[in-house]
């Protein structure tokens, strides 16, 4: 029969992670938010709780866990703030997981170390100004000179790219072309401060206030040839797997949101009076609680599924698609309802809720847009585009 409740070990994270968010993140995560300050300190703790290593072998100072086990840290943690989630999982499953997926052994032993103990953090390099659905339609290139890459081009919307501690981006560049004419892409790693490689001033954005994001650009940025991740011609392939594994975590930083939105509605119904009852007494509020609930609840169940067949070696692109596309959407739609439960306190951004409902529309967009989830799931279901 399935059984869906977690292992001691798996508990025994959650309930460390739950702790180390609600003590040590929530307290002083709003003003970082208010800034739109980078939390070092925060993520320095991370480091040294072993998170940034979770899913790694101990052998290149990982934990030794698996990606189940970072999903949870990521619930968790954006059940309080997903500014710092996606820190986490953008640092993991996007800056380190292509490095030791089709990483060399000699990039592997100067990298995942760092990458695992947080003492650096790596982005990835895959969006540009005008490609960003549609990831094939790459401008940037990496010609060969001599034994270097020459890269030129520009990225857009790169999480954790130009903090004091982000030691490398591993870049998506159009390295030739094949029989048929269409690009080769390859993965080249380009370590910050390479000259050529320069990071734009943060963004200006909505929410994730507290997260780094910039815009790339590669000027006849000259690195080694070893640079080069995996096979060259295999950057795209080597994108998209990474890309599904990323939906499964982003899946489970909207499960956290959704849930923070109930966490947090449900106290606030507990306290508020209005014409002389608690408002949590009221249908339509209880009505509101129990539909996000069931929000929530839903979703985890999806993004469980995705992992557990992830875990096992299955095909998992469907349920990936799924999962990223229920969480997103109960993320936006709890925010919403948690907002109006709390009136116009949920307006104000000194109230969490007000971070929910800033920080829950990029998840509906980030890592592929929700109309790019509904198109893997058809596809995944054997329909295909008409001529």
Same mark, same amino acid.
């Given at each position: 029969m399935?059984?869906f409740r977690?292992?001691e070990d798996?508990e025994?994270?959650?309930?460390?992670?739950?702790?180390?968010?609600?003590?040590e993140?929530a307290?002083v995560?709003?003003? /970082? %938010?208010?800034?739109?300050?980078?939390? %070092?300190?925060v +993520?320095a703790k991370?480091?040294?709780m072993g998170?940034f290593g979770?899913p790694?072998?101990?052998e290149?100072g990982?934990m030794?866990?698996? %990606?189940?086990?970072?999903?949870?840290a990521?619930?968790e943690?954006?059940?309080?703030?997903s500014?710092v989630?996606i820190?986490?999982?953008?640092g993991v499953?996007?800056?380190t997981?292509?490095?030791?997926?089709?990483?060399s052994?000699e990039?592997?032993?100067?990298?995942?170390p760092?990458?695992?103990?947080?003492?650096?953090?790596?982005s990835?390099g895959?969006t540009e100004?005008?490609?960003?659905s549609?990831?094939g339609a790459?401008?940037?290139?990496?010609?060969?000179?001599g034994?270097?890459w020459v890269i030129?081009g520009?990225?857009?919307f790169i999480?954790?790219?130009g903090?004091?501690?982000t030691?490398? +981006?591993t870049v998506?560049a159009v390295?030739?072309?094949r029989? *048929?004419?269409?690009?080769? =892409?390859?993965a080249?790693i380009?370590?910050?401060?390479?000259?050529?490689?320069s990071?734009?001033r943060k963004?200006?954005?909505?929410?994730?206030?507290?997260? *780094?994001?910039?815009?790339l650009?590669?000027?006849?940025c000259?690195?080694?040839l070893?640079?080069l991740?995996?096979e060259?011609?295999?950057?795209?392939a080597?994108?998209?797997?990474?890309l599904?594994?990323?939906?499964v975590?982003?899946?489970?930083?909207?499960?956290?949101l959704a849930?923070?939105?109930?966490d947090e509605?449900?106290k606030?119904a507990?306290?508020?009076?209005? /014409?002389g009852?608690?408002?949590g007494?009221?249908?339509?509020?209880q009505?509101?609680?129990a539909?996000?609930?069931?929000r929530?609840?839903?979703?985890r169940?999806?993004? %469980?599924?995705?992992?557990?067949?992830?875990?096992r070696g299955?095909?998992?692109?469907?349920?990936?698609?799924?999962?990223k596309?229920v969480?997103s959407?109960?993320a936006?739609?709890?925010?919403?309802?948690a907002t109006?439960? /709390?009136?116009?306190?949920g307006f104000?951004?000194e109230?969490?809720v007000g971070?929910?409902?800033?920080d829950?529309k990029?998840?509906?967009i980030?890592e592929?847009t929700?109309?790019?989830?509904?198109?893997? =799931?058809?596809r995944?279901?054997?329909?295909?585009?008409?001529?």
């Amino acid at each position: 029969m399935l059984d869906f409740r977690l292992d001691e070990d798996y508990e025994a994270l959650r309930k460390t992670v739950e702790e180390f968010a609600r003590e040590e993140v929530a307290p002083v995560i709003g003003g /970082f %938010y208010e800034r739109e300050e980078f939390p %070092y300190e925060v +993520v320095a703790k991370m480091g040294r709780m072993g998170l940034f290593g979770l899913p790694f072998p101990e052998e290149f100072g990982g934990m030794g866990g698996d %990606y189940f086990a970072l999903c949870l840290a990521l619930e968790e943690l954006a059940r309080v703030d997903s500014s710092v989630a996606i820190t986490l999982e953008a640092g993991v499953s996007l800056g380190t997981m292509p490095v030791f997926r089709f990483g060399s052994a000699e990039q592997k032993a100067a990298w995942l170390p760092r990458l695992c103990s947080g003492e650096v953090l790596g982005s990835f390099g895959l969006t540009e100004p005008g490609s960003g659905s549609d990831a094939g339609a790459l401008r940037t290139t990496a010609r060969v000179d001599g034994d270097e890459w020459v890269i030129n081009g520009t990225k857009a919307f790169i999480t954790n790219s130009g903090t004091d501690v982000t030691g490398l +981006v591993t870049v998506a560049a159009v390295t030739g072309r094949r029989e *048929d004419g269409r690009p080769e =892409i390859s993965a080249i790693i380009v370590p910050s401060g390479t000259p050529g490689f320069s990071v734009s001033r943060k963004y200006s954005k909505v929410g994730w206030n507290a997260s *780094d994001t910039r815009e790339l650009s590669f000027q006849d940025c000259r690195v080694p040839l070893g640079n080069l991740v995996g096979e060259r011609g295999r950057g795209y392939a080597q994108f998209l797997q990474t890309l599904d594994e990323g939906r499964v975590a982003i899946a489970a930083i909207g499960v956290g949101l959704a849930q923070g939105c109930v966490d947090e509605s449900l106290k606030y119904a507990g306290e508020r009076e209005a /014409f002389g009852h608690k408002i949590g007494e009221y249908q339509a509020i209880q009505f509101k609680i129990a539909e996000m609930e069931a929000r929530t609840h839903t979703a985890r169940l999806a993004y %469980y599924q995705a992992a557990a067949k992830m875990l096992r070696g299955e095909p998992f692109k469907r349920e990936a698609a799924i999962a990223k596309l229920v969480s997103s959407e109960a993320a936006m739609d709890n925010a919403r309802q948690a907002t109006q439960i /709390f009136g116009g306190y949920g307006f104000m951004n000194e109230y969490p809720v007000g971070r929910f409902y800033r920080d829950a529309k990029i998840l509906e967009i980030g890592e592929g847009t929700s109309e790019v989830q509904k198109m893997l =799931i058809a596809r995944e279901l054997g329909l295909t585009r008409s001529a």
